[in-house]
C-alpha cells in the first residue's frame, strides 16, 4: 500500500510530482486557481482537484470530497503564498493576513496527518521574518507536532537541477515519531565552485535543453504550443531521464500514456530582429543590458525561474531567460527541463499561463528527495505502480480562467486584469457616447 499525501497550494503540481515520484499516492490537490486546478487534472487524472481557497475548506470536508473517509493520511505538503505576511503583533501566526499560512497548520491538524512539508521562500529564515517562522513552528508544537530542527534552506541545484533555487523546506510528524532527516545534496551546482568535494557536478543548461529542437523552425507553433517531431538531438544522461528513455526515469511514479515524438509547451515567442541582435550579442551568463533577460550559460546553471504575478495581483509577467544558443526567449517547455519537469508533463497552452505555472512550482527532483526522506521517517517501502495513466482531456490546458472555472463548477476569483479592460472598454464607450451626442 503506497502512502496518502495531500497537496495544499498545488499549483501545477511540481511538490507533487516529486512526493509521487518518491512513492506516494497523492490523492487530493488543492488551488484557488482554476487555470492551475484545470492543467493538474490533465496531469494526475486520478488526483481529486479541489479548486477552493483553503481558507474555506476543513479537513473533513477534504476527506469527504476525496473519499477518504477513514483513511490515514501519511503526509501534507505545500507552501503558502509568501507575498505580505504580516510581521506584526505579538504572535504574528494569529495576524489575519498570515491566515493562509495558520490554515495549513490548521489542515494538517484536522486531516490528522502522521506528517507535513510545509515549504516557503528563504526569505523567511532572515531577518524580522525569522519571527514568523518561530511562531509557525510553535503553532505546530501546539497542536501536536514535532519539527525536525533546525530548519534548513535547500538549493535545487544541489539536487540533480540545473537551476539554482533556494527554498525553505520545514519538515515534521506527530509527537512520538521518528523525525526526518534533510536530504544530503547530490551535486555540485554546475558552472559554480564545489562546495561538496566528494560529490560531482550536475546537470548544465546545455544538458538540460541542449537535445530540443529550435522552436523557431516549426510554423504550426506561431498558433499552438505542440507539434511532431523526430528532430530531438542526442540527450545528455539529465535529459534522457526527462524523456522517459528507460523505466528508471519513472521513479516510484506512475508511467503516463504520451508520444514521446511531440514537442509540447513550445509557442514561440515573436521578438524583434533588434531584440534578436541584442540577444544574439549579450553574454552568457550575464543580463542583457536593455531587455534586463538573463542570458543562460550552456556550461552553467539557470537563474531562478520565477513566475511573475496572477491575474488577481495585476498579470505581470516575470522574464523568460535568454536561450544560450538561439536569439530569443526560452520556451516554458525549456523552462520546464531546466525545473526538472519530465517531458510527458503538460502545461497551459499560452506562454503567460504555462511560464507562470513552471515559476510558480517546487523543482520536482528537491521534491522527490524531501519526501523521499520523509517516506523513510515514516518506515515505508516504496514501491512502483504497475498501472499506467492516461492524461485528462487536452482542452483542459486551453481554458482561461473563465472557462476553467465553468468546467470546474466554480465561480472565477476576481482578476485584475478583467477589471482594467472592462473599465477601458466603459471609458471608450463614455468617449464614443459623447461623440455622438448621447452625453
Request: charged share 25%; glycine share 12%; with cysteine.
Given at each position: 500500500?503506497?502512502?496518502?499525501?495531500?497537496?495544499?497550494?498545488?499549483g501545477?503540481?511540481?511538490?507533487g510530482?516529486?512526493?509521487?515520484?518518491?512513492?506516494f499516492?497523492?490523492?487530493?490537490?488543492?488551488?484557488?486557481?482554476?487555470?492551475?486546478?484545470?492543467?493538474?487534472?490533465?496531469?494526475?487524472?486520478?488526483?481529486?482537484?479541489?479548486?477552493?481557497?483553503?481558507?474555506?475548506?476543513?479537513?473533513?470536508?477534504?476527506?469527504?470530497?476525496?473519499g477518504?473517509?477513514?483513511?490515514?493520511?501519511?503526509?501534507?505538503?505545500?507552501?503558502?503564498?509568501?507575498?505580505?505576511?504580516?510581521?506584526?503583533?505579538?504572535?504574528?501566526?494569529?495576524?489575519?493576513?498570515?491566515?493562509?499560512?495558520?490554515?495549513?497548520?490548521?489542515?494538517?491538524?484536522?486531516?490528522?496527518?502522521?506528517?507535513?512539508?510545509?515549504?516557503?521562500?528563504?526569505?523567511?529564515?532572515?531577518?524580522?521574518?525569522?519571527?514568523?517562522?518561530?511562531?509557525?513552528?510553535?503553532?505546530?508544537?501546539?497542536?501536536?507536532?514535532?519539527?525536525?530542527?533546525?530548519?534548513?534552506?535547500?538549493?535545487?541545484?544541489?539536487?540533480?537541477t540545473?537551476?539554482?533555487?533556494?527554498?525553505?523546506?520545514?519538515?515534521g510528524?506527530?509527537?512520538?515519531?521518528?523525525?526526518?532527516?534533510y536530504p544530503?545534496?547530490?551535486?555540485?551546482?554546475?558552472g559554480?565552485?564545489?562546495?561538496?568535494?566528494?560529490?560531482?557536478?550536475?546537470?548544465?543548461?546545455?544538458?538540460?535543453?541542449?537535445?530540443?529542437?529550435?522552436?523557431?523552425?516549426?510554423?504550426?507553433?506561431?498558433?499552438?504550443?505542440?507539434?511532431?517531431?523526430?528532430?530531438?538531438?542526442?540527450?545528455s544522461?539529465?535529459?534522457?531521464?526527462?524523456?522517459?528513455?528507460?523505466?528508471?526515469?519513472?521513479?516510484?511514479?506512475?508511467?503516463?500514456?504520451?508520444?514521446?515524438?511531440?514537442?509540447?509547451?513550445?509557442?514561440?515567442?515573436?521578438?524583434?530582429?533588434?531584440?534578436?541582435?541584442?540577444?544574439?550579442?549579450?553574454?552568457?551568463?550575464a543580463?542583457?543590458?536593455?531587455?534586463?533577460?538573463?542570458?543562460?550559460?550552456?556550461?552553467?546553471?539557470?537563474?531562478?525561474?520565477?513566475?511573475?504575478?496572477?491575474?488577481?495581483?495585476?498579470?505581470?509577467?516575470?522574464?523568460?531567460p535568454?536561450?544560450y544558443?538561439?536569439?530569443?526567449?526560452?520556451?516554458?517547455?525549456?523552462?520546464?527541463?531546466?525545473?526538472?519537469?519530465?517531458?510527458?508533463?503538460?502545461?497551459?497552452?499560452?506562454?503567460?499561463?504555462?511560464?507562470?505555472?513552471?515559476?510558480?512550482?517546487?523543482?520536482?527532483?528537491?521534491a522527490?528527495?524531501?519526501?523521499?526522506?520523509?517516506?523513510?521517517?515514516?518506515?515505508?517501502?516504496?514501491?512502483?505502480?504497475?498501472?499506467?495513466?492516461?492524461?485528462?482531456?487536452?482542452?483542459l490546458?486551453?481554458?482561461?480562467?473563465?472557462?476553467?472555472?465553468?468546467?470546474?463548477?466554480?465561480?472565477?476569483?476576481?482578476?485584475?486584469?478583467?477589471?482594467k479592460?472592462?473599465a477601458?472598454?466603459?471609458?471608450?464607450?463614455?468617449?464614443?457616447?459623447?461623440?455622438?451626442?448621447?452625453?
Amino acid at each position: 500500500m503506497r502512502p496518502v499525501g495531500i497537496d495544499l497550494f498545488a499549483g501545477a503540481g511540481g511538490l507533487g510530482l516529486g512526493f509521487e515520484q518518491a512513492g506516494f499516492d497523492v490523492r487530493v490537490a488543492v488551488d484557488i486557481d482554476p487555470v492551475h486546478c484545470a492543467v493538474h487534472a490533465f496531469n494526475f487524472p486520478e488526483t481529486t482537484v479541489i479548486p477552493a481557497s483553503v481558507t474555506d475548506l476543513t479537513g473533513a470536508g477534504i476527506r469527504r470530497k476525496a473519499g477518504l473517509a477513514g483513511t490515514k493520511i501519511d503526509c501534507v505538503f505545500g507552501g503558502a503564498p509568501c507575498q505580505g505576511f504580516s510581521l506584526i503583533g505579538h504572535r504574528v501566526i494569529d495576524d489575519p493576513r498570515n491566515r493562509l499560512v495558520r490554515d495549513f497548520v490548521r489542515l494538517v491538524h484536522e486531516l490528522d496527518a502522521e506528517s507535513f512539508v510545509f515549504e516557503n521562500v528563504k526569505g523567511l529564515t532572515v531577518g524580522k521574518h525569522k519571527a514568523f517562522l518561530k511562531d509557525l513552528i510553535g503553532a505546530f508544537e501546539r497542536v501536536g507536532y514535532e519539527c525536525r530542527l533546525p530548519w534548513k534552506v535547500l538549493n535545487a541545484g544541489h539536487y540533480g537541477t540545473p537551476q539554482s533555487r533556494e527554498r525553505l523546506i520545514l519538515m515534521g510528524v506527530r509527537k512520538g515519531r521518528a523525525l526526518p532527516d534533510y536530504p544530503p545534496p547530490t551535486t555540485n551546482i554546475a558552472g559554480q565552485p564545489g562546495l561538496f568535494p566528494d560529490l560531482g557536478f550536475g546537470p548544465s543548461c546545455g544538458a538540460a535543453i541542449g537535445d530540443i529542437p529550435d522552436a523557431d523552425i516549426f510554423e504550426t507553433l506561431n498558433a499552438g504550443d505542440a507539434v511532431r517531431t523526430c528532430r530531438f538531438g542526442v540527450p545528455s544522461g539529465y535529459a534522457a531521464e526527462l524523456r522517459c528513455l528507460g523505466n528508471e526515469a519513472w521513479h516510484f511514479g506512475y508511467m503516463r500514456k504520451w508520444n514521446p515524438d511531440t514537442l509540447t509547451s513550445s509557442m514561440r515567442t515573436n521578438h524583434t530582429e533588434i531584440s534578436r541582435r541584442r540577444f544574439d550579442l549579450a553574454k552568457e551568463g550575464a543580463v542583457e543590458p536593455i531587455s534586463r533577460f538573463f542570458k543562460l550559460p550552456q556550461g552553467g546553471v539557470s537563474n531562478t525561474l520565477r513566475a511573475g504575478t496572477d491575474g488577481t495581483r495585476g498579470a505581470f509577467t516575470s522574464p523568460r531567460p535568454i536561450h544560450y544558443r538561439h536569439a530569443r526567449c526560452i520556451t516554458v517547455r525549456e523552462m520546464a527541463r531546466l525545473h526538472g519537469f519530465p517531458d510527458w508533463f503538460r502545461f497551459h497552452t499560452t506562454k503567460w499561463h504555462g511560464a507562470r505555472q513552471v515559476g510558480n512550482a517546487v523543482p520536482p527532483p528537491l521534491a522527490r528527495a524531501v519526501a523521499a526522506k520523509m517516506i523513510e521517517a515514516l518506515g515505508i517501502e516504496p514501491t512502483r505502480p504497475k498501472r499506467t495513466l492516461s492524461p485528462g482531456d487536452v482542452q483542459l490546458l486551453t481554458l482561461n480562467l473563465s472557462q476553467a472555472a465553468a468546467r470546474l463548477g466554480i465561480t472565477p476569483p476576481p482578476n485584475r486584469r478583467d477589471r482594467k479592460s472592462g473599465a477601458k472598454k466603459r471609458r471608450q464607450e463614455e468617449i464614443n457616447a459623447g461623440r455622438r451626442g448621447y452625453g
